[in-house]
C-alpha cells in the first residue's frame, strides 16, 4: 500500500466511477498521485475550492490509471484536470488559474 501524501488534507478517495459521473454532471474531476509535486501545488493553488472538485488516485485505481494514460499519450501523468468539455495537465499557475475558474462555474463533488 502506498504512503498517505502528507501534504493532502484529508477528504473521501474517489474511484474512476465517481469522477466520471461527477463529470458527466458537470463537475471537474482531477487525478492525482501521493509525491507528485504539481499535484501539491494544484491543491494548494485551489485552496478552499479543492473541496469542490473529486480527486482520484491513480495509483489505487487501476481504471483511472489507465483513462488517465489514455488521455495523455499513454502516460499516467498527473494531475490531470478533466471537465466535460475538455482536459489538460495542470503543471503550470496558468493552468492552476484555468482550473480554479472551471470549478467555480461547475457542479460541487458531494
Known amino acids: 500500500m502506498f504512503k498517505k501524501d502528507p501534504s493532502r488534507r484529508a477528504r473521501p478517495a474517489a474511484s474512476h466511477a465517481e469522477a466520471a459521473q461527477h463529470v458527466a454532471q458537470g463537475g471537474v474531476a482531477i487525478y492525482w498521485r501521493p509525491g507528485c509535486p504539481f499535484c501539491s501545488m ?59 475558474a472551471l470549478i467555480a462555474n461547475s457542479t460541487a463533488a458531494r
Open 42 to 100: 494544484l491543491e494548494r493553488g485551489l485552496a478552499e475550492d479543492a473541496d469542490r472538485a473529486t480527486w482520484t488516485n491513480i495509483w489505487e485505481d487501476r481504471d483511472a490509471q489507465a483513462f488517465v494514460e489514455s488521455l495523455n499519450d499513454g502516460n499516467a501523468t498527473v494531475p490531470t484536470v478533466v471537465t466535460r468539455d475538455e482536459h489538460f495537465v495542470a503543471a503550470s499557475r496558468e493552468q492552476v488559474a484555468l482550473t480554479r
